[in-house]
Each structure stands twice: as structure tokens, then as C-alpha cells.
């Protein structure tokens, strides 16, 4: 059972991963058991500050009142932000979690000019997880931008195993993860799976760089080189891999009917803007498929939308309908 929560976090390390990624580093004396696809809601904000006592104020006929109040005088995250997970470790002065960040907006802006020993709020642990594929069956993983955090975290569950990485981004300057100087670049139409990406060569994982400008690696979209990794892999091997995903909706729409068309297991990430990350709130729909069509919800129809927040983040692609 998990156990979720608010919790207030020291921050160990705020770190510039590329020209518009960080990597913040976490610390909880303790914090639930969690797995790779979960994901923390982050108060990108001083929360203190936005707890001020009422005030009483006179008030000048025909004069705007004095703007006073944090929220009032500069833009600010009023809700927390969804992050998933890009690691964890169980330390001895307590529990460590890494979350790569994207500067997009004044949340995440904030959250970029955090130093070490300053605290942040968040609520969790979130969500389902994926499901690690049976003993020696291969996983692909292929993450794109900001969905590439939870392949991190995956990866360091399969050490060990049959598997390769797809990273994807725009330019190189935008791919959140360290490229090792002693490994030569790739062709630019080259798709065989190199160890030049520090955070999964680690592992023993080898990856394939995608960007769409071809400033690093395979040049075009991620889905691209992994339709030709696959097209080659597949004509020599038995055992069907299974692929994880996250990363923008139309990237993962395009994985997903990959791995269809293949007849390949596929687990997906969906991404939804989340204001409360617990079910209340009901922004985060997404539309899947029923088992049995005179079940509720929607007794009749064939679909019926569930939460991203409770009843995900993980879909497995044959139930989604984008």
C-alpha cells in the first residue's frame, strides 16, 4: 500500500544539465517505496510566504489598494507542478530523489534558482508504475525532452539486462543527460546502439541519440530511428522486446502504433497538466478503452476516460485512444 504524503525536502544539488534542464537532487528523512513511472507533485513556490496573516487595510476612495501580498505582486505558481522520478537511493541519512526539470514557466523558473540547504514542498509518491518485462525478454525504452527522467530510473532497474535507450531532442543542447568524450559521435543515419550516454552506460545500457536537426546522432525524430532499429532487430530475433515511453503526446502516439503494427508489448507515460495529482481536481482525463462495454462508467459505450493521476501515469498502448 502506499502511503502518500506532503513532505518538506532539502534541496542537495540544483545542477545545469543543458541549456534549459537542471537536475534537482532531493533529500526526506523518509519517503514510500516507490518504482520507475511514479512521479512527485512539487510546490514551485515559497509556500511560507503565501501564508501570511490577514491583514486589515484602509482604503482610499477612487485609488487602487497597495498590492502587498506575494501573489499579487509578481507572477506565481499557485499549483504544484507533476515531475516524474529519475531516480532514487536509500542512504543512511536518508532517502535521495533525482528530478530533471525544464525551465517553461515562472514554476519551473523557480525552481531552477534553488541552492542546496534551501527546502521545497512536495506530495507523494504518485501513481502506478511499469511493469518490468519477464526474465530475458529485451526492453526498449524511448524517451523524448522532459520524458526521458523516467527512462533514467527504469534503466536502474534493468542492470544488468537486455536493453537499449532511445533519447530524443531537438538539438543536442536540449538532451538532458551527459555524453561521454570517449566515445566517438555516431553516424548521422546510424542506429546501432552506442555507450556514450553516462547515465545509462552505467547500467550497462547501451543508447541511441536522436535529435531532430542532427546537431548530435541518429538526424530525425526518435520514432524514425527506432522504426529502423527495429526493422533490423526484429528480422533476426525470436524474443519479442517489450517498449517503455514518455515524452510529448505525439511522440508517444507514433511509439504506440509502432509497437502495434510490430504486435509488440508497449507501456506508456502519459503526460497531463495535473492540479492536484490525487483525483480531485479531474483535469487530467485521458480516454481508454473497456473490457466490457455494459460496465460502468459509461454503461454502453466502449470507452470511458480514466485519470492520468490515480489511475496511471502507465497505460499499456493497446488501451489507449488517443
Excluded at 502511503?3 to 544539465?17: G, P
Excluded at 518504482?35 to 512527485?40: H, L, N, Y
Excluded at 546522432?217 to 530475433?237: C, H, I, K, P
Aim: proline share 7%.
Amino acid at each position: 500500500m502506499i502511503h502518500r504524503d506532503q513532505f518538506r525536502a532539502l534541496v542537495l544539488e540544483n545542477i545545469s544539465l543543458c541549456r534549459e534542464h537542471y537536475r534537482l537532487v532531493i533529500r526526506l528523512d523518509a519517503f514510500a517505496a516507490t518504482q520507475p513511472g511514479m512521479f512527485i507533485q512539487i510546490a514551485c513556490r515559497e509556500l511560507e510566504l503565501a501564508e501570511a496573516a490577514e491583514q486589515e487595510r484602509d482604503w482610499t476612495a477612487n485609488a487602487l489598494p497597495a498590492l502587498v501580498t506575494p501573489e499579487l505582486l509578481a507572477p506565481l505558481a499557485l499549483l504544484r507542478r507533476p515531475f516524474s522520478l529519475a531516480g532514487r537511493r536509500d542512504t543512511s541519512q536518508g532517502v535521495e530523489l533525482d528530478i530533471v526539470h525544464r525551465v517553461v514557466g515562472v514554476g519551473t523558473d523557480w525552481l531552477s534558482r534553488l541552492r542546496p540547504g534551501a527546502c521545497v514542498h512536495i506530495l507523494g509518491p504518485i501513481g502506478n508504475h511499469f511493469t518490468l518485462p519477464v526474465e530475458d525478454q529485451p526492453a526498449i525504452l524511448v524517451g523524448g525532452g522532459v520524458g526521458i527522467p523516467p527512462m533514467i530510473y527504469l534503466a536502474s532497474q534493468l542492470a544488468g539486462r537486455q536493453a537499449v535507450v532511445f533519447s530524443g531532442a531537438t538539438t543536442r543542447d536540449l538532451l538532458p543527460l551527459t555524453i561521454t568524450a570517449d566515445v566517438p559521435p555516431p553516424a548521422a543515419d546510424s542506429v546501432a546502439p552506442l555507450y556514450n550516454l553516462a547515465e545509462f552506460a552505467r547500467q550497462g545500457i547501451g543508447a541511441v541519440i536522436s535529435t531532430d536537426d542532427g546537431s548530435y546522432g541518429f538526424r530525425g525524430f526518435v520514432t524514425q530511428a527506432l522504426e529502423r532499429y527495429l526493422d533490423q532487430y526484429l528480422s533476426g530475433n525470436a524474443i519479442r522486446p517489450v517498449i517503455y515511453t514518455c515524452g510529448p503526446e505525439p511522440m508517444m502516439k507514433r511509439v504506440a502504433d509502432i509497437a502495434l503494427a510490430r504486435g509488440l508489448q508497449c507501456q506508456i507515460a502519459v503526460e497531463r497538466a495535473m492540479a492536484c495529482g490525487m483525483g480531485t481536481c479531474q483535469s487530467c482525463c485521458i480516454r481508454v478503452k473497456k473490457r466490457d462495454p455494459q460496465q460502468p462508467p459509461l454503461v454502453g459505450q466502449d470507452w470511458c476516460y480514466r485519470l492520468a493521476c490515480t489511475d496511471g501515469p502507465i497505460f499499456r498502448a493497446t488501451e489507449l485512444l488517443w
